[in-house]
């Protein structure tokens, strides 16, 4: 968030002296430079978009545009950037530091996904058209219209990928944002969108999970639930990872699709992954860490409200929002509360570090 201690050009963010990381340089009293660790970043149905300090959860800054946060939240070193909802239908790119707008850029409808790259932001909205945006000023670089509203979307070198609720994945061209190739699931598709090199994955209210080819979208494989797929994905190198609503957590492997493991919670919604554990917010009010070899429960935190944000982790917490109006800091060995910051709505969509 901050730039990095250094003296003479040389970087000394992390150094210690007798033992203690230097975190502060300061002249007379006055702070020039601080290696503050980070911030929680995290949307709130009271239009705001806080940003909460990472050891304690103060309140850093906070945003508002009159609208909510609408999709996932993402962070580079120099601003944080989110979609918002009615009453501002746009995605706004905020300073990190201070909290102040850096550039707004309208779409017809709320935005409900973005991604970013280097060079642009890439969001999908209501209005049936997913947006390229130039990441420095907020202007359009080219759009592109479906027949149905644009959900969850990613990118790579070559492309961005993205669902719809016509029932389509598609994959546009990163530099032009004409179609490479598009692939019909049976209902909307509105879960996250996840690839590697080379599969993209999607969830489908088909009740099915797929892995498509990422060059040509062909289908690889499906997965068959008791119920549609329409929230968190995450992956490793040899599992899929998906909430289905019909309650369950799968573990589904990669190459063809057969089921690992699966662990029971209650619609469950974000998720996220570490070389451990797979970890995942539900209705039940519950933040569960599962094992991510054989699915065993490792620990369960139960909130005050139900938990449908993003999860998200740094290797030592894990950070949940939640619509009892907290967002919570868990250990991430036993899920005891570190921390929790309340506002005055619900935590149920967008989170994310900066780290």
């Known amino acids: 968030m901050i730039p990095p201690i250094s003296i003479d050009g040389t970087d000394i963010t992390g150094a210690t002296i007798d033992g203690t990381e230097v975190q502060e340089i300061t002249v007379d009293g006055t702070p020039v430079f601080s290696a503050g660790p980070g911030a929680v ?70 935005v409900d996904g973005i991604a970013i790259d280097d060079t642009a932001v890439y969001a999908g909205s209501f209005d049936d058209k997913a947006y390229a945006i130039d990441i420095t000023d907020g202007s359009e670089i080219w759009s592109y219209t479906a027949n149905g509203r644009f959900r969850q979307l990613t990118v790579d070198d070559t492309a961005v990928y993205a669902g719809s609720s016509d029932n389509n994945v598609y994959a546009l061209d990163i530099n032009s944002g004409s179609e490479n190739w598009s692939f019909t699931t049976g209902n909307n598709v509105e879960s996250d969108i996840v690839i590697d090199d080379t599969a993209v994955y999607a969830g489908s209210r088909d009740d099915k999970l797929y892995a498509l080819d990422i060059n040509d979208g062909s289908e690889i494989w499906s997965f068959t639930s008791n119920d549609d797929f329409r929230n968190g994905i995450a992956i490793d190198d040899t599992a899929v990872y998906a909430c289905s609503s019909d309650g369950e957590v799968y573990a589904i492997d990669k190459t063809d699709g057969s089921e690992i493991w699966s662990f029971t919670a209650f619609f469950p919604a974000g998720i996220t992954i570490d070389d451990t554990a797979v970890y995942v917010g539900d209705n039940g009010d519950n933040v569960y860490a599962i094992d991510i070899n054989d699915g065993s429960e490792i620990w369960s935190f139960t909130a005050g409200g139900t938990v449908q944000s993003d999860i998200a982790t740094d290797g030592t917490a894990v950070y949940a929002g939640s619509s009892d109006s907290k967002v919570y800091a868990l250990d991430i060995n036993d899920g005891s509360e570190i921390w929790s910051f309340t506002a005055g709505g619900v935590f149920d969509n967008g989170l994310a570090l900066g780290l």
């Open 41 to 110: 970043f995290a949307g709130n149905s009271d239009d705001n978009l806080y940003a909460l300090d990472i050891n304690d959860g103060s309140e850093i800054w906070s945003f508002n545009p009159g609208a909510s946060v609408q999709s996932t939240i993402l962070v580079d070193d120099s601003a944080v950037y989110a979609g918002f909802g009615f009453g501002a239908n746009s995605v706004i790119a905020i300073d990190i530091n201070d909290g102040s707008e850096i550039w707004e850029f309208l779409a017809g409808d709320s």
